[in-house]
């Protein structure tokens, strides 16, 4: 088509929808105004790691074409935004309640909380013991609250991959407990 030239809405309608790489084409001439987007939205300063990671996803996504690139990537940078407040939401409110135990607990409270943070420190120390990837995936599961799905794509990994992981931080997790019983 030349340049200038009129084109008709049938002509739109029958033209091939980008490629993957026009995704990513589409990304780079859209960065500051996806940025612009999720900073009015409400995304701070975390508007910057949030494109980065929607230019990561892009890049380890490859999907059919996508008919409107553009809105694609409004809605995934936005779906990243709410899943990054979802996670520091459950994050603040799993603090607020881990202080508020401490402060109002007892000289029994305190001794229980040693306790706990022993088992903590044991627990960590086995899931470390399955590997750093096996305890990025159950933190990034359990404390972060991520889909299996998701920390898949974060990774570069199977989804089935995950799920094994997962099943051996909880095997690591239960043969604790098991030796606590016995």
């Given at each position: 088509m030349a340049r200038g030239q009129i084109v008709t809405s049938l002509e739109l309608e029958t033209a091939a929808p980008p490629s993957s790489a026009?995704?990513?084409?589409?990304?780079?001439?859209?960065?500051?105004?996806?940025?612009?987007?999720?900073?009015?939205r409400g995304a701070g300063s975390?508007?910057?790691?949030?494109?980065?990671?929607?230019?990561?996803?892009?890049?380890?996504?490859?999907?059919?074409?996508?008919?409107n690139p553009l809105s694609y990537l409004y809605r995934a940078a936005n779906n990243l935004m709410l899943n990054a407040f979802r996670s520091s939401t459950r994050n603040a409110e799993r603090e607020?309640?881990?202080?508020?135990v401490h402060l109002t607990g007892n000289a029994d409270d305190a001794e229980a909380g040693m306790v706990a943070r022993g088992e903590?420190?044991?627990?960590?120390?086995?899931?470390?013991?399955?590997?750093?990837?096996?305890?990025?995936?159950?933190?990034?599961?359990?404390?972060?609250?991520?889909?299996?799905?998701?920390?898949?794509?974060?990774?570069g990994l199977s989804l089935s991959?995950?799920?094994?992981?997962?099943?051996r931080a909880y095997r690591a997790i239960a043969a604790l407990k098991d030796e606590e019983r016995g």
């Open positions: 026009g995704l990513e084409a589409v990304y780079l001439a859209h960065r500051n105004s996806l940025l612009r987007f999720l900073r009015a975390d508007a910057d790691d949030l494109v980065q990671e929607l230019w990561v996803r892009v890049n380890l996504q490859r999907s059919g074409p996508v008919l607020a309640a881990w202080g508020e903590i420190d044991l627990a960590r120390q086995r899931l470390a013991d399955c590997g750093a990837r096996v305890q990025e995936i159950f933190f990034l599961f359990r404390i972060e609250g991520l889909c299996q799905r998701d920390i898949a794509a974060r990774l991959a995950v799920e094994r992981d997962i099943q």
